[in-house]
């Protein structure tokens, strides 16, 4: 028997988690992040708000979570012993969540409400260093098998592997393919083994 609280695979809190972050996207994607509401990500779940207030006190609280849960389902962490293997897998992954039906919307409503809002920025900020930090290994990696330079900025060569697709969404609102995701791949490939993103 499960602990109260606890999540069980399957279980009534677990598929309650998934409807409230699954209408927390479509919200966000719909409604922009200035009118966002919590009430209404519990009208569209179809729970009760109190079961929503139970677990996330505010807004930003459930924005987090939710994004942070999306794009660990969307964007493991891969590890196949070749670098360019797991950099063309780590952008096709980023590709996909983009072009899913929330991701591009939601982190246009999101950078959108960065501009206005302290708040939203730092939600942004928050969720792009927790990411980084967990596919930072992939680098780490790459240099324990002499693929990099010792000191290649990690956090630099995943920016610049995301950048091209993120200026897609945000920016020309190019359709993203996986052709564009390898490029983009390659390219951060190319400048990391010449030194580009070295620390020093």
Not at 2 to 24: C, E, K, N, Y
């Amino acid at each position: 028997m499960s602990d109260p609280g606890t999540v069980r695979p399957g279980g009534r809190t677990a598929r309650t988690r998934a409807q409230v972050f699954g209408a927390t996207l479509a919200e966000l994607a719909s409604s922009g992040y200035d009118q966002f509401s919590v009430d209404a990500v519990a009208r569209r779940a179809g729970v009760h708000k109190t079961t929503v207030y139970r677990r996330w006190r505010t807004k930003d609280q459930l924005v987090v979570e939710a994004m942070e849960e999306t794009a660990q389902k969307w964007i493991d962490v891969p590890d196949t012993g070749d670098l360019d293997h797991d950099l063309r897998a780590l952008a096709r992954a980023v590709r996909a969540l983009l072009a899913s039906p929330y991701g591009g919307a939601t982190i246009r409503a999101l950078v959108s409400g960065a501009q206005a809002s302290p708040e939203v920025a730092q939600i942004l900020r928050r969720f792009w260093t927790t990411r980084m930090s967990r596919v930072g290994a992939i680098v780490e990696r790459a240099v324990s098998r002499g693929e990099l330079p010792a000191g290649t900025d990690s956090d630099e060569l995943m920016k610049h592997l995301a950048a091209p697709l993120f200026h897609r969404v945000l920016v020309t609102a190019e359709p993203l393919s996986e052709a564009m995701a390898d490029r983009a791949a390659a390219a951060a490939l190319a400048a990391a083994r010449a030194g580009v993103f070295d620390k020093s």
